[in-house]
Antibody, heavy 118, light 110 residues
Framework: EVQLVESGGGLVQPGGSLRLSCAAS????????MTWVRQAPGKGLEWVAN????????YYVGSVKGRFTISRDNAKNSLYLQMDSVRAEDTAVYYC???????????WGQGTLVTVSS | QSVLTQPPSVSAAPGQKVIISCSGS????????VSWYQQVPGTAPKLLIY???RRPSGIPDRFSGSKSGTSATLVITGLQTGDEADYYC???????????FGGGTKVAVL
């Protein structure tokens, strides 16, 4: 069974840093693009970033460029999102998902909540 | 303001049909495939439709998708109370070089 389990969320102060992890199992992790999508409380979905199988290519939404870094460790079947210089507007549930096509995702993890507040 | 435009809400009685539209432009829907997701409040999104009209295994044929030009449509027939959820369209935008989603549509079963 394919499983994606996010962790690392929590309360962080504005300007601080946080590293999210996504543990993958039940599929050949190294064969797929992977993605992060977030959802602010009561709001819609916002794609954050994705990364190619070997980590050589990455794309980001404009609002996080220069602040967030997506990475992966295929040996550990893990996806990461390093969040630096966080802002209040980064408060959201962050989901990882398998990026199966150019822009479709299946399945999604259960999400991890990040709250940016002083 | 989302790049893709969806109606905020639609509703119908059990057994009826709802149609959810997703409007974009030549740099996104007009240039690529559309996917649709269902999100029951408090849970993670679930893929309903990919590549405009293809259903993953396990998704009933009551859900169907289509695309024409710069717009896409999700149709739910035989509406059930379990279909009450938020629905999102998504695609790649070649100008933004990013994935974009619609703002979401809440489906209510009357």
């Amino acid at each position: 069974e394919v499983q994606l389990v996010e962790s690392g969320g929590g309360l962080v102060q504005p300007g601080g840093s946080l590293r999210l992890s996504c543990a993958a199992s039940g599929f050949s992790f190294s064969m797929y693009w992977m993605t992060w999508v977030r959802q602010a409380p009561g709001k819609g979905l916002e794609w954050v970033a994705n990364i190619k199988q070997d980590g050589s290519t990455k794309y980001y939404v404009g609002s996080v460029k220069g602040r967030f870094t997506i990475s992966r460790d295929n040996a550990k079947n893990s996806l990461y999102l390093q969040m630096d210089s966080v802002r209040a507007e980064d408060t959201a549930v962050y989901y990882c998902a398998i990026n199966r096509g150019r822009a479709w995702f299946d399945p999604w993890g259960q999400g991890t909540l990040v709250t940016v507040s002083s | 303001q989302s790049v893709l435009t969806q109606p905020p809400s639609v509703s119908a009685a059990p057994g009826q049909k709802v149609i959810i539209s997703c409007s974009g432009s030549s740099s996104n829907i007009g240039n690529g495939d559309v996917s649709w997701y269902q999100q029951v409040p408090g849970t993670a999104p679930k893929l309903l439709i990919y590549e405009n009209n293809r259903r993953p295994s396990g998704i009933p044929d009551r859900f169907s998708g289509s695309k024409s030009g710069t717009s896409a449509t999700l149709v739910i027939t035989g509406l059930q109370t379990g279909d009450e959820a938020d629905y999102y369209c998504g695609t790649w935008d070649s100008s933004l070089i990013a994935v974009v989603f619609g703002g979401g549509t809440k489906v209510a079963v009357l």
